[in-house]
């Protein structure tokens, strides 16, 4: 049989120093402005550090309080995260916190019904709290928000009608063959528009069936979304735009110039 590629995401580093200062609201910390994003570099763990590698997210899981500056919110369920390696104008990662679950893979873990039921609630919250977030970052841009954002400015918040719908843009999804030890669920934008999307891999990883959304499970026995060979085709295959479906082949870096150009219509929808 054929192994899952590696390393699709870029969590496999060294994690950020822990904060010494006291943590803040979860929401302010997601809304608060910030500064225009990078990408850093991996740095990937030669030691036998247990919170480096593909083991990295063990830490926000056991120790969230350490973390202020990324983690956005603890429920007894959960911790939600800011990726440190963004794909999207906004991603997120909800960290189950179960003992009995967080070391599975996924299509073992999303076999327990309750268990499911409960993770689907909180990515539900989660992908409402990426919306506001984008919604914050991109609604000035957009025509869809233009009465609402007038309204707004002058001061009429009671009367203000609805903006586009952010919501819709949010995607959350587990990815079938996880390069991250412990369980962990994406809920992101859609639009892709990231340094960090580097290569094939970062791309297909998100844009193919490779990313299966938490309504495809409990998956069967034989289901072709297990199949290792699949997932593995999926992430070689050729590139697709994920809003107007061109085809660009092999063209990684004409593909990016493309998706700078869909950002750009997109955000002004």
């Not at 991603?91 to 309750?114: I, K, M, N, V």
């Not at 934008?189 to 069936?209: A, G, L």
């Not at 499970?217 to 699949?230: N, Q, T």
Request: hydrophobic content about 35%; overall charge neutral.
């Amino acid at each position: 049989m054929a192994e899952p590629a590696e390393d699709i995401d870029d969590h496999a580093s060294s994690l950020p120093q822990p904060s010494s200062s006291k943590p803040r609201n979860a929401f302010a910390e997601l809304m608060a402005p910030k500064p225009p994003p990078t990408c850093p570099p991996p740095k990937f763990s030669k030691g036998g550090n247990p919170f480096k590698g593909r083991g990295a997210l063990l830490e926000y899981i056991q120790r969230p309080e350490r973390f202020p500056s990324e983690v956005l919110r603890v429920t007894p369920h959960t911790v939600l995260i800011r990726d440190l390696y963004p794909k999207a104008t906004v991603h997120l990662l909800l960290l189950p916190r179960s003992p009995a679950h967080h070391d599975l893979h996924p299509h073992d873990a999303f076999a327990d019904a309750e268990f499911l039921a409960t993770i689907r609630a909180e990515a539900a919250s989660a992908a409402d709290l990426a919306a506001a977030e984008l919604e914050r970052k991109l609604g000035r841009y957009s025509a869809s928000s233009r009465a609402r954002n007038e309204a707004l400015d002058a001061g009429d918040y009671e009367g203000a009608p609805k903006g586009r719908d952010y919501r819709r843009e949010i995607r959350v999804g587990i990815h079938a063959h996880p390069s991250m030890t412990h369980l962990h669920v994406h809920v992101f934008s859609r639009d892709m528009h990231s340094e960090c999307v580097k290569h094939r891999k970062h791309y297909n990883s998100f844009n193919t069936p490779f990313l299966l959304p938490l309504e495809v499970y409990p998956l069967g026995e034989e289901d072709e979304l297990r199949s290792v060979a699949f997932q593995n085709g999926n992430l070689s295959a050729p590139f697709v735009c994920w809003r107007c479906g061109r085809g660009f082949g092999n063209r990684f870096a004409e593909l990016k110039r493309h998706l700078e150009e869909e950002f750009v219509e997109w955000r002004a929808e």
